[in-house]
């Protein structure tokens, strides 16, 4: 079984959260507080990959509702790369395929926040077709 943690990254005005394991109410707890951490550091862009996420819940998908909904009223770029395709269908089953910023890679991810820097809030729509 995977450890359950969250790692960060700096780079720059961008940090990277990397969620591994399943996504617990402790790790839901502890992104929405090192979201809050880095935007009051005033990072322009938050990355999350989720990449090694094995599974997601309820909890998790509002906790990044949440940071995701601070982050845009900050100005801050927060955006979700490498979801599975499993748990990529669970975020557009529960309709937040259209609030939160999604892309495929961490390029697409770094491509999106340099071209969105200054204007958080617009939605990515790289997934949709």
Request: glycine share 4%; hydrophobic share 40%.
């Given at each position: ?23 617990s ?102 997934f949709?077709k």
């Amino acid at each position: 079984m995977m450890k359950e943690e969250l790692v960060t990254q700096h780079m720059g005005d961008t940090v990277v959260l990397t969620i591994h394991g399943e996504c617990s109410e402790e790790i839901a707890h502890a992104l929405d507080q090192k979201c809050q951490e880095e935007m009051l550091k005033r990072v322009k862009h938050i990355l999350v990959d989720c990449a090694t996420i094995t599974s997601l819940n309820p909890t998790i998908l509002r906790s990044i509702l949440s940071s995701s909904s601070e982050a845009d009223k900050a100005g801050v770029n927060l955006v979700l790369y490498h979801l599975r395709a499993e748990h990529l269908a669970e975020v557009e089953t529960a309709g937040l395929l259209s609030v939160l910023h999604v892309v495929p890679t961490f390029k697409d991810a770094y491509t999106y926040c340099r071209s969105h820097t200054g204007r958080a809030g617009s939605i990515s729509r790289a997934f949709r077709k």
